[in-house]
């Protein structure tokens, strides 16, 4: 399914450490790997990456998987050495408590854990609600506010413990699959398409900032101009218990890449998408988006300028936003070969006009 080269890609990915908008680390295994196979790999001043196939092709189409990741900052340092903090993205206060972590300081990782109370110190009708943030911190094991002022500093960010592992040939577990397995993606549609002779530019981004605005997809759209783009994030697996599908839709690990339709995928674009499916008879899911508009970088990226034909294509994940998101290979392999082929037939004269 995959070349050893690429997996060992994904694991160096997903164990890399990028907190949103302290993307560094992941942006540096991303572009060491795509810098072997594309044509230009350039940076910018918010810290995406930008790679580009055929680059003096007027018709540019963009692929975008943004490579941050939900983390906190450390906002305080108490008399007794102990990190307060606050969330940096989406976090679910259920998950925190009693999570390892680590701060990344110019020195290093300094590595701790999250602590709270203990239960057995909790009143009745405290244990049955959730801790807010401020109730909990971070505990490094020092012994005063000198001790760990040696060590970290106020505004340092905190990403959870890396922890990437394949539970089976096709699953796996990490604390950063939304959304690297996007970003992954985006490399080896690069990759592959690299192989071809392509009619059209092809600018590969893994975005920073999506956890806290969609903020790096912004400025990347604004630079490259595209005529479309395709964007991949992680969309919600509901083959667990107590999600109703007639709510979210009927989406399982493993049957394919998640084809959206929605205010911002343009019709023209999902129709070439869901043909080169059918062509090569690639299994994919049909989503109708939980709502209009919002929440991946496709929504920005197709307000940029003039206006741009964007398509969503999502990976299932299980336990979003949590230490524990998983993912299944094969979906990751959909969306790749359905790219692929979509990509390599465009003729550079398509017209997404509604």
Known sequence: MFEASSLEFLKEFM?????????????????????????????????????????EAEFKVMLAGHYDEIGFQIVHISDSGLLYFRANGGIDKLNVPSSEVDILTPAGKV?????????????????????????????????????????????????MRSNFKMLTDNRFVSKGTDDKIGAFIVAEVMRELSKRKLAVGVYGVGTVQEEVGLR???????????????????GFATDLPDIPKSQYGDVSLGKGAILTRSCDNNRILGALLRDAAKRNSTAYQESAAHRATGGTDAACIQMNRAGVATALISIPNRYMHSQVEMCDLRDARSAIDILVETISAMSGKECFEL
């Open 15 to 55: 164990l890399s450490s990028s907190p949103t908008g302290y993307e560094t680390e992941a942006a540096e295994v991303f572009r060491k790997y795509t810098g072997s196979f594309c044509h230009e790999v350039r940076k910018d001043v918010l810290g995406n990456t930008i790679t580009v196939l055929n680059p």
């Open 111 to 159: 590595p701790g854990v999250i602590g709270k109370k203990p239960i057995h110190l909790l009143k009745d009708s405290e244990r049955s609600k959730a801790l807010e943030l401020t109730d909990m911190w971070i505990d490094i094991g020092v012994e005063s506010k000198a001790e760990a002022e040696k060590l970290v500093s106020v505004g340092d960010p905190v990403a």
């Open 216 to 234: 790096g997809s912004k400025v990347s759209a604004f630079g490259i101009d595209p005529n479309a783009a395709f964007i991949l994030d992680v």
